[in-house]
């Protein structure tokens, strides 16, 4: 019942200072007895989104802000951005979270379910190549895309990370480093949904500076650490996978061989001597989407992509 009315106030069909519907129009309109309406009042004016005067005439005291957030899936990367998100912003406002998985059908369907019912959306596309049609029901000036992109989106807000150009000159900063091994390995499993370009921009590098390389789909239980090969890797739990094989046949990570990890992750510092990443700052991501979130105002930002030097390479 709260929920209800905290969401009529956030579309503003109660505005601050306006006195709310009585006690017997709320509990009729929604078929709920006085006292569920009463406690659900008590919870808002606790929370400092209503007040009463001397018990009776309930009205908005502030305005409430629903916010979409719908990521693709958990990893502690996309937490880092969830925290900097709810961090900057008040308790006027409320962030639902959803998780669409990279499903298509599901990411419609979550879409669908929240359309009409929030006052900005902050959407992670399931897919890089292409813009989702079902997000052509929001309105554009509610809409900020995080993280995917490569498609057209000149009238929309957005926070993206550039996975061609900005990688390629990631790798080409480290240059100095991996050529003291005898080969770059790319593991990169072909059901990930990183974007498939990265492997044509990882080719271009080596190329061009007389790398000899190798893309892998994954690291299996027979696929060894291989002697003097550095190992760029997207999923996390192919970098534990390589660390474990790795100390079974006392390899040392950054002599025997090198790992270098794509998206920064806290334990990647407590990890051996530290792993070395290439990544965005997700930090900098949700407080860019708090940004939004606070004022609506157009965003069109590509973040930079930082190298993160530790020991493993």
Known sequence: MA????QSIAMNEYKVGEKLPSINFLS????????????????????GII???????????NQLTYIFL???????????????LIKKLSESFTVDLWFHQYNESLFNTIINEAYGKYNRYIVMNYDNEKFSEVLKKI???????????????????????????S?????????????????????FNKHHKHPQSSKIYFSKFC?????????????TETTPVQQNCCYLVIKQTDVVEIVKRARSNNMKMGKDFGLLAYNENPFYEVIGDG?????????????????????????????PTHVYRRNSI
Do not use: W
């Open 3 to 6: 929920d209800f009315i905290r």
């Open 28 to 47: 009729k309109k929604y078929h709920v007895s006085r006292d569920t309406v009463f406690k659900a009042l008590m919870i808002l004016k606790k929370k």
């Open 51 to 61: 007040d009463s005067i001397q018990g009776k005439n309930y009205y908005v005291l």
């Open 70 to 84: 719908l990521l693709d899936e958990y990893t502690p990367f996309k937490e880092a951005l969830y925290n900097s």
């Open 139 to 165: 309105d554009k000036d509610r809409l900020l895309l995080l993280d995917f992109g490569k498609f057209d989106k000149k009238d929309y807000s957005y926070v993206c990370q550039d996975f061609d150009e």
């Open 167 to 187: 990688f390629y000159h990631a790798l080409e900063s480290l240059k100095k480093e991996l050529s003291g091994y005898k080969k770059l390995i790319f593991v």
């Open 207 to 219: 190329i061009d500076n007389g790398f000899d390389f190798e893309i892998i789909d994954e690291i």
């Open 275 to 303: 792993v070395s990443s290439i990544s965005v700052d997700f930090n900098l991501m949700g407080s860019i989407a708090a940004d939004f979130a606070l004022t609506g105002k157009k965003i069109q930002h590509y973040l």
